[in-house]
């Protein structure tokens, strides 16, 4: 009987906690320092906060003109001026985005629906745009994807940027929001414009991907893992249990399924010689790093002594993968390649091979990461507390 309480209990707060989505604040186009930006909406009038107080409403044809000079912000509209000590807020009152345009060298207009709120930090302005989760999670899927990838890929896509969203919601509290929009956190350019993004991300609403201990994972990716992905410990030195190589035929037609790099067999045994003290008049070391022709993924050049370890070849030598074949041709060595990116977790372009044969979302996602479950992010605290 308790037990049946509580599990109604459960249900009954998550359905609360959903009605209540919580915003998510993400510093936005820090890139440029600005220190003047024009805020105008794109439909229904604005509604204007100054230091937390309502302050008024601009027509829609109206908009402001914020700027930071001799330590001041001030903001200007057409058809008035408003005295800001801390912050000015601005939302629209209905339909539409809050549209911000830089006044900068670079020019940039994007489009935000939440709010925009605009404060002083140093002699620049900060912006930072207070947004629903879903719709945070939407832009997004919209700016990292792009362009017509297929539902199921963007459900793949809004999983896993909402759980890194929820991992990493503390990642700039310093800086005075939640996440930034840059490659730094993820990319997000403002308001989702693509109807199948949206789509994707509200029938994914909330769930998050754990791993069997009921932890949000860290769902990295590459662009083509050439067949094969790579254990997180063999690339990182840590393990990770949902991190485990895979084999994939999904990506072997894909665009960065293989490469190609020919380079002179002098400077090939010269920077071996160097970094790792290679023997280069032992004819036995030489054959092993000149010709080596893996069956599957290695981590190291198979025969050769001392140790050299395929991935720092592949940051030293800029090549797109650690897995490759060597052959010699005359005086030079021949690189032939498979893949692109360090190979761990997800393949992107796999994964939209699945999705384009039409597999579900859930199926790509175990997939690529071992043992791992979706689960409504307002459960997690429930299953925490179930753990103690
Ligand atoms: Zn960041
Ligand atoms: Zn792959």
Not at 95 to 122: N, P
Not at 197 to 217: E, F, G
Not at 238 to 265: G, I, N, Q
Not at 288 to 308: E, H, K, N, Q, W
Request: proline share 3%.
């Amino acid at each position: 009987m308790f037990r049946i309480f509580v599990i109604c209990f459960f249900l009954f707060s998550a359905a609360v906690a959903k009605t209540q989505q919580k915003d998510v604040a993400v510093g936005i186009l820090r890139s440029a320092e600005q220190d003047q930006v024009l805020v105008l909406s794109t439909q229904s009038p604005l509604v204007v906060l100054v230091d937390g107080q309502r302050a008024g409403e601009l027509s829609a044809k109206d908009g402001l003109r914020i700027s930071v000079a001799g330590g001041l912000l001030t903001a200007k509209s057409l058809s008035r001026v408003f005295n800001v000590s801390r912050s000015i807020s601005v939302r629209t009152s209905g339909h539409g985005t809050v549209r911000v345009s830089t006044l900068g060298k670079v020019k940039i207009e994007r489009d935000y629906s939440g709010s925009i709120e605009v404060s002083r930090s140093g002699g620049s302005l900060l912006l930072v745009n207070n947004v629903p989760i879903e719709e945070y999670v939407a832009g997004v899927v919209q700016s990292e994807a792009g362009d017509h990838k297929g539902l199921e890929y963007y459900k793949l896509q809004a999983v896993s940027c909402r759980t890194y969203a929820i991992t990493n919601i503390r990642k700039h509290l310093p800086d005075g929001f939640n996440v930034c929009d840059g490659t730094h956190c993820q990319v997000y350019k403002g308001v989702c414009k693509l109807d199948t993004v949206s789509q994707a991300v509200a029938a994914t609403a909330d769930m998050v991907v754990v791993d069997a201990d009921i932890r949000l994972i860290h769902a990295t990716f590459h662009s083509n893992c050439g067949g094969e992905t790579m254990n997180a410990e063999d690339v990182w030195s840590r393990p990770e249990a949902y991190l485990v190589s895979a084999m994939d035929t999904f990506c072997l037609r894909s665009p960065h399924a293989t490469w190609h790099k020919t380079m002179p067999r002098s400077k090939w045994l010269d920077y071996l010689h160097r970094t790792y003290k290679l023997n280069t008049s032992d004819t036995a070391s030489v054959r092993a790093v000149t010709t080596f022709d893996p069956t599957c993924r290695s981590m190291y050049i198979d025969g050769a002594s001392p140790l050299i370890p395929l991935e720092q070849v592949r940051t030293d030598m800029k090549f797109n993968s650690a897995y490759f074949t060597i052959w010699p041709n005359g005086d030079d060595v021949v690189f032939d390649g498979r893949g692109f990116g360090h190979g761990v977790g997800l393949c992107q372009e796999g994964a939209m091979c699945m999705a384009r044969a039409g597999l579900p979302f859930t199926e790509i996602l175990h997939h690529y990461f071992a043992e791992v479950h979706l689960v409504d992010l307002h459960t997690l605290d429930f299953f925490r507390d179930e753990g103690r």
